[in-house]
């Protein structure tokens, strides 16, 4: 039992979920589960820039370099990741899931198999829709696990932008058991829903709409950073860390739901 695995058993006392991130970029991710005091035991990014930055940010987290090398890093309650939109966006060549860079999905779901956290928070390009998304879901249907999805946009955050993003949460049924699953109780249907930050507050309720509230001092997310292209590269690439936060507090009141 390495370290990591160690934590996973013991936080079963303390009653507190574990992270891993792939694809980790910046860390929006991270940040998303600090906001909802969900500690990230490990990462994985390939590029040197972003792991400097998670270095510093997150400097106890077990740090990963290549996906295509990582095998077995430890479990996890929740592994989250953004694999790259470049084959699956509009601006990209269209070749889908099945191209080159796109094509990591292979790499993210071995992880999720050797691993097999409770939850999966994927994050990618809307256009995933219908350029490899029944993919991923045959993918994750074989392994026991249910999906949803929905695509948020930024703006509905307080954001001055839109970036719509795809985002799924598939959880593990084996784990969950489906007995306790019930139409109103899924993470993008229950009731009603609010995550508070900054002085924000962001409410959904049933059907998946989405409005914001007292957004007023949020500011754009690249006021204040110099023209330096890995760090506008990094940041246009990142995950939202409110819109990050959001989803993790879903996947929190689900997983209580269900206790």
């Known amino acids: 039992m390495n370290d990591y ?22 860390g929006g991710f991270e940040l998303g589960a600090q906001m909802n005091n969900i500690p990230t035991l490990w990462n994985c990014e390939i ?4 792991r400097t930055i998670l270095k510093q940010v997150f400097p106890d987290t077990k740090q990963y370099e290549d996906i295509k ?29 099945t191209g080159s860079r796109s094509g990591l999905w292979n790499e993210m779901f071995r992880i999720i198999r050797e691993v097999r956290p409770k939850y999966v928070l994927i994050e990618n390009s809307p256009m ?16 026991g696990y249910n999906a949803e999805w929905k695509c948020i946009q930024n703006k509905v955050f307080g954001f001055p ?17 489906r007995e306790k699953i019930h139409y109103e109780d899924t993470i993008f249907n229950s009731e009603s829903r609010s995550f508070e930050i900054q002085g924000g507050k962001f409410s959904r309720m049933s059907g998946g709409s989405f409005w ?16 330096n292209v890995h760090r506008l590269e990094a940041i246009g690439n990142a995950v939202n860390p409110v819109v990050a936060g959001f989803l993790f507090s879903c996947i929190k009141e689900f997983d209580n739901q269900l206790a």
């Open 161 to 177: 932008h839109n970036r719509e993003r795809l985002y799924c949460i598939a959880y593990d049924s084996h784990q969950i058991g």
């Open 5 to 26: 695995q160690g934590f996973a058993y013991n936080k079963k006392e303390r009653n507190q979920m574990t992270h891993g991130s792939l694809f980790s970029g910046i």
């Open 128 to 143: 995933l829709l219908i350029r490899g998304f029944e993919r991923v879901l045959c993918d994750l249907s074989q392994i």
């Open 212 to 227: 914001s509230e007292d957004y007023s001092e949020f500011l754009r997310m690249d006021d204040g950073i110099s023209y």
């Open 69 to 97: 090398e990582l095998s077995k890093p430890g479990y996890v309650d929740i592994i989250s990741g953004g694999f790259p939109c470049q084959d699956i966006s509009i601006a990209g060549k269209g070749e889908g899931i």
């Open 47 to 50: 590029e040197d820039f972003q």
